[in-house]
């Protein structure tokens, strides 16, 4: 469970990193003027699956109990910006950056009646972060 645990935030960390850089429309919808948001994303997400894998890796009580806190996080983030807005809880921010950069993007969910609609490629940055604090609490609850 534990290499599958360090596995995982590395294959969360690949699939943003596929996503946000590698042009696969309609998956994706990079623009040239969305390279700043992406820049300051990649530098504030990038780091946390390095410190969660990281953490597992060191199996100490502390470092788990860090890692499985940042999963916490990371999954409370993706609801806050993905879910919520979905369900009818969005701010004019997180509308105009949904329009900006996401409205033309793959989706499977119903998009009418929502501002903002997860598209598929963070339904699976979701599932990997899910799966992320699943393992990271099995691993953690072991030691």
Known sequence: MTTIAIALPLLWLAWLALTEWVPMFPLNDLKTGNLRPRLLAASINYPFPLLIAAGIALRQPWSL??????????????????????????????????????????KILPADGHAVVPDVQHMIVGLLSLAMLGTTLAVTLAA
């Open 65 to 106: 109990i860090a890692a499985s806190a940042l999963c916490g996080l990371i999954l409370a983030g993706h609801l806050a910006n993905w879910w919520l807005p979905y369900f009818g809880l969005s701010s004019a921010a997180q509308r105009q950056v949904y329009e900006r950069d996401y409205a033309r993007t793959l």
